[in-house]
């Protein structure tokens, strides 16, 4: 199977093969329907009900590895479990809930994509990166469209100063520059995130070698373009592994993500070891470090602007996950106490 399987899902999946059912990787998922590829094709499956409800972190996606029964005489295929995760890409949802959005499994490279030919958002890269890093796949920071940059060398310097260890590579997918260097660096699963217009698609078409996603045009005004892929899938790459590539992302809020956010802003994780109180928030406290580095110019005003901002959003986020959580356990609670007053009514009422 061409799409990531290996030794281990081998054996992960050993008590499903003396079930009957086959491995399958799932290509699209909508609500109670998926499509699946497996060596006998790609496949349309039911996707139970049980597995929709609850946390939707839980239910299948574009990505995962699941265990899939054929279909029959009668019988559409069922998709029955899924396997567990290694990786997974997820960000809170766009009504701000307390559940988070799942947008890939099972990635091993998340290409954060920046296009040249907009003035740069180095917050949103950041974001980006946050997200990319937390899910446990390697980002690597992809310049699209540098055939439409002014400067491309300080834009690729700038963008590194907010990517420490992440190779910040610049391409072209109208000239080929820089396209050798990103297929040798591409590994697995291979996930192509960023917002509309920042050339997603089109990179996309030059790794694949043929024009199987859809593009469309940016608005001159501010770079911005449509959602020309509507939903996520996955596709063969010519060299090994898959592509999978994502809706343009109009918001990326974090949910959970201390740990990216840590890598995301490891300079600044460096600098607050030398602080003078370890739980200094690195605001107005004596002896800060990173205050020091700010005001010698080391690190930007703005870049840990965007630290303070990102870990308030994230420990709000958590917070309602919490709040959620603690709630479900109330519930629980009272269903049971419930359950027991009507027992002990009843029994009463036999005496």
Not at 4 to 16: I, K, L, R, T, V
Not at 209 to 231: C, N
Not at 265 to 277: S, V
Not at 320 to 334: I, M, N, P
Request: hydrophobic fraction near 45%.
């Amino acid at each position: 199977m061409r799409y990531g399987w290996d030794d281990a899902y081998e054996h992960a999946f050993a008590p499903h093969h003396a079930a009957g059912l086959i491995p399958a990787r799932v290509v699209r998922a909508e609500r109670g329907l998926c499509e699946a590829v497996t060596d006998m094709g790609t496949v349309r499956a039911e996707i139970p009900g049980a597995a929709q409800q609850g946390d939707p972190l839980a239910a299948p996606c574009t990505g995962d590895w699941a265990a899939l029964r054929p279909a029959t005489t009668g019988h559409a295929a069922v998709l029955h479990a899924v396997l567990e995760r290694r990786t997974a890409l997820v960000r809170s949802t766009a009504s701000r809930t307390s559940h988070g959005q799942i947008l890939a499994a099972n990635v091993d490279t998340v290409v954060v994509t920046v296009s040249l030919a907009a003035p740069l958002k180095h917050g949103r890269t950041e974001r980006m990166l946050a997200l990319a890093w937390e899910s446990g796949a390697q980002p690597i920071v992809v310049l699209t469209k540098a055939d439409a940059g002014a400067d491309v060398a300080s834009a690729q310097a700038e963008v590194s100063a907010v990517a420490p260890g992440v190779d910040v590579l610049v391409t072209s997918a109208v000239t080929g520059q820089g396209m050798d260097i990103l297929t040798a660096v591409l590994t697995g699963t291979v996930v192509l995130l960023g917002p509309s217009g920042a050339g997603k698609s089109t990179l996309g078409n030059q790794l694949l070698g043929g024009d199987l996603l859809a593009t469309g045009a940016v608005r001159a005004a501010d770079g911005k373009g449509r959602h020309t892929t509507a939903w996520r899938e996955l596709l063969p790459l010519p060299g090994g592994g898959v592509l999978l590539d994502t809706p343009g992302l109009r918001s990326i809020g974090l949910h959970d993500a201390q740990d990216g956010l840590e890598q995301t802003f490891a300079d600044i994780q460096r600098l607050a070891q030398d602080c003078r109180f370890t739980d200094c928030a690195h605001v107005s406290e004596p002896g800060c470090a990173v205050l020091a580095a700010v005001e010698a110019g080391t690190v930007p005003a703005r870049r840990l602007d965007s630290y303070h901002r990102l870990l308030r959003e994230n420990a709000y986020a958590a917070s309602r996950t919490d709040a959620r959580l603690q709630a479900g356990r109330e519930a629980v609670k009272k269903n049971i106490a419930q359950h027991l007053r009507a027992t002990y009514s009843f029994r009463e009422r036999q005496l």
